[in-house]
């Protein structure tokens, strides 16, 4: 699978590059015919509380996924958008059955 990650108004560390391979390795794990996936982290209002925005769009084939969270860390957004992703998967995976 595809690893596509973009930070837009910063510039994205090593260690949350890392951290964003190492947990996109769970969504490899549950469907192997995934051939991307886009992760986009932007910050949004940099005065406020929960101003990172994480989008990541998993591409299958027969139909994408895509999930959406804002939270207080980058980090915090991954997992979370992660296992949304994961629930996700599982409900096409029913559907397709």
Excluded: W
């Excluded at 260690?15 to 969504?27: D, M, N, T, V, Y």
């Excluded at 769009?57 to 957004?77: K, M, N, Q, S």
């Amino acid at each position: 699978m595809e690893l596509k990650i973009k930070a837009i108004h910063f510039d994205a560390t090593e260690r949350l590059q890392a951290f964003i391979e190492k947990k996109a390795a769970r969504l490899e794990k549950k469907v192997e015919r995934a051939t991307q996936l886009e992760v986009t982290l932007k910050v949004v209002k940099p005065e406020t509380a929960k101003n990172k925005e994480v989008q990541m769009h998993l591409y299958i084939p027969g139909g994408d996924l895509h999930a959406e969270r804002v939270c207080d860390t980058f980090e915090e957004g991954v997992l979370e958008a992660i296992d949304a992703l994961l629930r996700q998967i599982e409900k096409f995976k029913d559907k397709t059955k």
